[in-house]
């Protein structure tokens, strides 16, 4: 399998990472569509949030409840939004679980 997350989990492709520990993988998008634009990943392998499965429920929290720590580190303390495209009609294309953390601005709604 060759998933270009999973190579910046092993640091075979480098990124500008902004977290780690032992079950995840925080780092800068390699192309920002608002000012702070990070992405969040279990380092283990699922493909979407459609092959999520009971055992994965207590790491989904535990992302949460990171990016929360995250969004305060880089500031957005006014809001910011988690956004997680799933599958193909859901725009998704990397397909390891990763959470868009979007902020530093205002942001618009609905996102078309
Ligand atoms: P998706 O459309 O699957 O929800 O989002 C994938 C995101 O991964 C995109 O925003 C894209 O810019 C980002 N991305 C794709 N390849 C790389 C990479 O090699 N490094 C980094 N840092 N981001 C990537
Ligand atoms: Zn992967």
């Not at 075979?12 to 390699?30: G, R």
């Not at 092959?51 to 995250?70: R, T, V």
Request: proline share 4%.
């Amino acid at each position: 399998m060759n998933c270009i997350f999973c190579n910046i989990v092993s640091k075979k492709v480098p990124a500008k990472l902004v977290y780690e520990d032992s079950k995840i993988l925080a780092f800068h998008d390699v192309n920002p569509v608002v000012s702070v634009h990070i992405l969040i990943i279990p380092k283990k392998h699922i493909e979407s949030a459609m092959h999520l499965k009971k055992e994965d429920e207590q790491l989904i929290g535990y992302i949460f409840l990171k990016i929360k720590d995250i969004a305060k580190n880089f500031g957005c303390d006014n809001g910011y939004r988690i956004v997680n495209n799933c599958g193909k009609d859901g725009g998704q294309t990397v397909n390891h679980l990763h959470f868009h953390l979007l902020g530093g601005n205002s942001l618009s709604w609905p996102p078309g």
